[in-house]
């Protein structure tokens, strides 16, 4: 066994247990930092692979990004651990059956792969000289050129998915104590205090009333 060899079993082992943690911690904050974990093992494993790209862009998009994103929303969020685990039993054989079924489609797609007798090499030959490829260069032709409509409607859906995401957040709701920045700056002095006259509750002392009378002589 060699140490690349090595190292993906390394990884892989680590990954599967990120993975089983993810769906068995009871703590929702602690499920999405075992997640972190896992992307970060699948980003070894890929670098093996020599796929730097797809790695880099993982850690980057997903661990950078997503996985923060969904830390901060969980740690935010008042989740009620009781009421999500009730009709676990209940909905667990048929769970267990179509995750079992999604795990033999990936072996039987995956075995072809694992039958290769020697790792893919990133070395094109043209005649007698020897071509290094680089897996971005390569994957940014394809994406650009083959798959260029495929990519656009994607970005349009991501673009809608957007929009729609900030429509609905601004949407006018009723226990929202927003205030409308526009109706501050508009704001007058007048309009802030207005000062009432109103006679006094009790009468003043008669030292205090003649005083004052005196005053207004």
């Known amino acids: ?26 703590n929702p904050v602690h499920a999405a930092l075992y997640l972190v974990l896992a992307f970060f093992q699948a980003s070894a494993l890929w670098i093996l692979l020599k796929a730097e790209f797809l790695a880099i862009a993982l850690v980057l998009v997903y661990v950078g990004a997503v996985m923060v994103l969904f830390l901060f929303v969980v740690m935010m969020l008042d989740i009620n651990l009781d009421g999500a685990r009730k009709g676990f039993w209940k909905h667990f054989p048929l769970a267990a059956g179509v995750g079992a079924l ?70 006018q709701r009723k226990d929202s104590k927003a205030i409308n920045p526009a109706d501050q700056i508009r704001v007058k002095s007048t309009d802030r205090v207005r000062l009432v006259k109103m006679k006094p509750t009790f009468a003043a002392p008669e030292p205090v009333a003649a005083a004052v009378e005196e005053k207004k002589a």
């Open 1 to 26: 066994m060699d140490a690349i060899t090595g190292l993906f079993y390394a990884f892989a082992a680590v990954l599967l247990f990120a993975a089983f943690k993810v769906i068995t911690a009871r």
């Open 102 to 171: 999604i795990a033999l489609e990936m072996a039987a797609v995956l075995m072809g792969g694992f039958r290769l007798s020697e790792a893919p090499k990133s070395v094109l030959a043209v005649g007698e000289t020897a071509v290094q490829l680089s897996n971005t260069k390569e994957l940014g032709k394809v994406l650009y050129s083959q798959y260029l409509y495929p990519l656009e409607v994607a970005a349009a859906i991501l673009l809608v998915a957007m929009i729609a995401a900030i429509a609905l957040t601004l949407r």
